[in-house]
């Protein structure tokens, strides 16, 4: 089962804004006409709930939206880049590796921007003015974001089994469900985990059977973490204790083992309701799986309870899964689980910051909200005698978007600097006009009086 990839998603770059004039008969200054570049592809996941595993990313681990076309003459507008949508299964965290941004993807149709396109360039249109009415430059698309997305799949099932290698999980699920988990007469420990579907009446409860767990899972012995982490999402777990180990080994100390592991895992874990399953009890007689049961039920106290069960002779299957099915309607949804299913949308913060506090609707103000735009803080630098250097994101993607060749885009972009005071930053540190200016790994002469 394929439960971690990597991938690298790129969203599609903007399209070119176009620099035209109109040219019709009997009209000899048209003016300009030149169209707007589209905006490139997002890149999303989406969570579908006909994938069961990771496993489509070992064979493709690159993706590329497509970018928005080009503006053209006739204010004719590039046709905006189409989405590119990754499907995922249920159960799968994401992280973006750029910005460390977490989305958790648990419901059918959830979806998550990793990577926003670029914005298309405006045609020469845009720029026309009283003052200036025949712009000779448009603005350049912009390139998408680009990342790398580390995803790890943690299974959703209702109840999970946990026990010891061979302790019967794997046919105690292929007994409750239609599942067809690897069983055999012979000690073998399951590889992956496997779910299966228990209709109870009018319920269905999903079941997981995680790998056996050993001493020192919780550390990453044996398959360790790669499969602690499916049993982080149930609701109830079904602790499978062999009553009559082939090995010799001591009940008890069987228990206690997978207990301390999961409690070492995740603390969480040892709080979840459980219930205990004596397995293979159709190895011993039915005097002895009465003792054992009365001796069990002492020593874990009433609140887990306690069936005597066979896969083979189908004893105490059906008590348990009506204890299954009565035990998870008392559980309560975990908080913040409801809020998922309104709009279809993951949720998402920064790994360091607290999740947001979501205010009911009738208590939200009824005023607007005015959010600064882009970040526009950017560092000067004297590098030489007559040559400065620039630096922050803002300010390299302005100039991103205009030809330094073109004197009329020249002729903007040294207005626009001086609008948002790197001119005048440029100037504190001894800038004078003709000096070299370095923005983004670009190097140009810089003269306002020009």
Request: aromatic content about 4%; charged content about 30%; hydrophobic content about 35%.
């Amino acid at each position: 089962m394929q439960d971690n990839a990597r991938i690298h998603v790129e969203a599609g770059a903007g399209g070119n804004g176009c620099l035209s004039f109109r040219r019709e008969a009997h009209v000899p200054k048209g003016g300009p006409d030149g169209g707007d570049g589209g905006r490139g592809g997002d890149v999303l996941l989406v969570c579908d709930d006909s994938l069961r595993d990771l496993e489509q990313f070992r064979r493709r681990s690159h993706f590329r939206a497509r970018r928005g076309g080009h503006g053209q003459g006739a204010l004719r507008h590039g046709k905006d880049g189409e989405t590119l949508e990754i499907q995922v299964p249920p159960g799968t965290e994401v992280l973006i590796e750029s910005d460390g941004t977490r989305h958790d993807l648990v419901r059918p149709g959830q979806r998550a921007m990793i990577a926003r396109g670029g914005p298309g360039g405006r045609g020469n249109k845009r720029f026309a003015g009283p003052t200036h009415q025949t712009p000779r430059f448009a603005e350049l698309g912009l390139a998408g974001e680009e990342t790398w997305v580390s995803l790890r799949l943690r299974l959703i099932a209702d109840v999970g089994l946990v026990g010891l290698p061979n302790a019967g999980k794997s046919s105690l699920l292929s007994r409750l469900t239609r599942a067809h988990p690897k069983v055999a007469d012979y000690p073998f420990t399951t590889l992956e985990p496997a779910l299966g579907t228990l209709d109870m009446d009018d319920r269905q409860l999903v079941i997981a059977d995680i790998p056996g767990l050993i001493e020192g899972a919780s550390s990453g012995a044996g398959l360790g973490h790669d499969f602690l982490a499916h049993i982080e999402r149930t609701r109830l777990l079904v602790h499978v204790l062999d009553i009559s180990p082939l090995d010799g080994s001591d009940p008890v100390a069987n228990f206690a083992t997978v207990e301390h592991e999961l409690e070492l895992h995740d603390p969480r874990l040892a709080a979840l309701p459980r219930i205990l399953a004596l397995s293979k009890a159709d190895l011993v007689d039915p005097e002895t799986r009465a003792a054992r049961r009365r001796d069990w039920m002492d020593r874990v106290g009433p609140e887990i309870p306690v069936i005597v069960t066979s896969s083979v002779a189908r004893i105490g299957l059906d008590e348990l899964a009506v204890d299954m099915v009565r035990r998870l309607a008392s559980v309560q949804e975990e908080p913040g689980e409801s809020g998922l299913a309104g709009s279809g949308e993951s949720t998402a913060w920064p790994d360091d910051a607290p999740a947001p506090d979501v205010a009911p609707p009738e208590e939200l103000a009824e005023h607007r909200v005015f959010r600064p735009a882009a970040e526009r803080a950017y560092v000067v630098r004297r590098v030489g005698d007559h040559s400065f250097r620039v630096t922050g994101r803002g300010v390299e993607r302005l100039l991103a978007r205009y030809d330094l060749e073109n004197e009329d885009a020249l002729a903007y972009l040294e207005r626009r600097l001086r609008g948002i005071g790197v001119l005048h930053a440029l100037e504190a540190e001894g800038f004078e006009p003709g000096d070299e200016v370095e923005i983004g790994g670009v190097t140009f002469e810089l003269d306002p009086n020009h």
